[in-house]
């Protein structure tokens, strides 16, 4: 069984920056595709950025591109989500998850994503 266990996040002002951990277990995370979603109140989950199971390939929400980047450290079975800039419309709960569909390409659709975590909450003040 898949487990995500996300740490990070809290509370910074407009400009700083914030990193995100999910540390998996019960599953390795070269073998997984994994992601980072968001939601803010009043509004669906969304996008932030994928990662294949590989590493070699991601994809991002268009409203953090060059801005957020995740990653993977097989070594630590953990994924990272590096967030710079950031802007008051970023604030929502941030949350891991994982795919265990073995892909090549990065997985965009949500509801591909079968194990979550629990979600921290990222504050931005302008």
């Known amino acids: 069984q898949v487990q995500l266990v996300q740490s990070g996040g809290g509370l910074v002002q407009a400009g700083g920056s914030l990193r995100l951990s999910c540390t998996i277990s019960?599953?390795?995370?070269?073998?997984?595709?994994m992601g980072w979603f968001r939601q803010a109140p009043g509004k669906e989950r969304e996008i932030v950025g994928v990662?294949?199971?590989?590493?070699?390939?991601?994809r991002y929400g268009d409203s953090v591109k060059g801005r957020f980047t995740i990653s993977s450290d097989s070594a630590k079975n953990t994924v990272y989500l590096q967030m710079n800039t950031l802007k008051p419309e970023d604030t929502a709960v941030y949350y891991c998850?994982?795919?265990?569909?073995?892909?090549?390409?990065?997985?965009?659709?949500?509801?591909?994503?079968?194990?979550w975590g629990p979600g921290t909450q990222v504050t931005v003040s302008s």
């Open positions: 998850a994982a795919s265990t569909l073995y892909s090549a390409s990065v997985i965009t659709n949500i509801h591909l994503y079968r194990h």
């Open positions: 019960g599953h390795t995370v070269s073998s997984l595709s």
């Open positions: 990662i294949t199971y590989s590493g070699d390939s991601t």
